[in-house]
């Protein structure tokens, strides 16, 4: 159990990154970050454009360490759900783990990288699709029902390698 902060959370209802990096993001708001958001076991973040889609169910949510950000970039950039400080979750793929805002936790199973593609060049800056191979958050499924907000949270490793520490 670990004091982390939730530095961003990013919920979009359009897919903008989609089609050639060279022609730009699609149009859309130009803040998708919003202070909190509701969890659905299984189907993701409401409001989001990977909600309840059955191809994205087992990666509906996105998380990433902020430490592996360079300076000036945030979850518009990455298109990433959840920013987090002070613990890198690249490390914790093939773990359950959960974050509790104080409203009780809210657990994801962390199934696998959210490898960085093309338009981090685009969005983050030229080199940030190298930069960031591995550490480019991962992909997770929801298990519970729950509320996120932005702020201190108690992050925990419920099961895997690291779950008695």
Do not use: K
């Not at 936790?105 to 591995?134: E, I, K, S, Y």
């Not at 997770?140 to 925990?156: E, I, K, N, Y």
Request: charged share 20%; proline share 9%; hydrophobic share 40%.
């Amino acid at each position: 159990m670990s004091e982390v902060e939730i530095l961003q959370l990013l919920v979009s209802p359009a897919h903008r990154l989609a089609g050639r990096p060279a022609d730009g993001p699609a149009p859309g708001p130009d803040d998708e970050r919003v202070p909190r958001v509701e969890v659905r076991d299984g189907l993701g973040l409401v409001g989001d454009r990977y909600y309840a889609r059955p191809a994205h169910r087992n990666a509906a949510v996105t998380m990433m360490a902020a430490e592996n950000l360079p300076p000036g970039a945030d979850l518009r950039h990455t298109r990433r759900n959840i920013l987090l400080r002070g613990v890198d979750i690249d490390a914790y793929t093939g773990t359950t783990v959960s974050l509790d805002c104080g409203t009780g936790p809210v657990v994801f199973a962390v199934r696998r990288p959210a490898r960085p593609c093309a338009w981090m060049d685009v969005t983050v800056g030229p080199g940030a699709q190298r930069a960031l191979r591995g550490r480019g958050g991962v992909r997770c499924t929801p298990l519970s029902d729950g509320v996120l907000t932005v702020g201190p949270a108690v992050f925990r490793v419920v099961t895997g390698a690291d779950a008695a520490s």
